[in-house]
């Protein structure tokens, strides 16, 4: 196994990108674990590894959910882009000029929503979304999609969006609750949802209550372990972030006594922490997890 010393530089590194979020093309704002994000650098990858909050997201890196999963995206214009469980995102093009904002997001599986925030409406941007074969394009708009196999669904909720699939006239969305539904290739006429219906659709992208997301910034954390064996504590760390949970370690001194703790920070309160902690409790060889700011 490494050593203790190399996963506190690992875990100094993530502090780092952390911050740096702030300044780059997108960043995450909160995530309902497991979550993963695949990337490839330095001629090595693609590497799988955890989300956590504030994490800096670069093109050509690709987010994936698990069950009862979410995840919140913030690009540097101001959107948001929401994701949900067992759901996959490629950041195929992000372009944060300070002109024009630019990016090309390719939605895999699963259900996602895209929303202009209201301070954001004046920048000036170029968006794309593709939805399997179904691509969407975007100015100020609020739209919600899902890609299943065989059928693909865009609904705007605000704005104005063209979409379009190869070999057919793309067609404009102007009025609130239409969509665009193509199945096993085929693109039904635009219709118009009930109010209902999107109600339960937003539901599956909105980072839910009370089931342990972590956010940026969030002061509370969940201690899975504080073991005095580096290997005790270097197996439980793989273990959970294999799963998709972002564990970080830490040795720390106790007195004389050097201790190794596996640490998920960034839980915005008290309460998050504890759902975070029940949900680990007796899984990946987390046995008392304790929660701490």
Partial sequence: MKSALHYLLLAVALLASSQAGAQSAAVIEGVQMPAWVERSEGGVGPRRVPVSAGMALKAGDTLSTGPG????????????????????????????????????????QGAFRFTTA?????????????????????????????????????CLIEGKVEVGAPGEAAVEMDQ????????????APVGIVEETQLA??????????????????????????????QNVALGVYEQVRAAGYAAEI??????????????????PSKKEAQALAAQLRGKHGVAGPKVSS
């Fill in 69 to 108: 999963s979410r995840l919140l995206v913030k690009l540097s214009e101001g959107s948001l882009v929401k994701l949900g469980e067992n759901a996959s995102l490629q950041l195929e093009a992000l372009e944060p000029a300070d002109s024009v904002f630019k990016a090309a997001l390719g939605v895999l």
């Fill in 118 to 154: 209201a301070i954001a409406k004046n920048r000036r941007r170029d968006i794309s979304i593709s939805v399997a074969t179904v691509t969407a394009g975007i100015r100020d708009t609020d739209l919600w999609g899902k890609s299943a196999p065989d059928k693909q669904i865009v």
């Fill in 176 to 187: 609130p609750r239409q969509f665009y539904q193509r199945e096993k290739g085929i693109a």
């Fill in 200 to 229: 339960e659709w937003a539901k599956e992208t909105e980072i839910e209550a009370g089931k342990g997301a972590a956010r940026r910034g969030g002061k509370w954390n969940v201690d899975l372990l504080s073991a005095d064996s």
């Fill in 250 to 267: 830490f040795p720390v001194l106790s007195g004389e006594k050097r201790l190794y703790v596996v640490r998920i920070r960034n839980l």
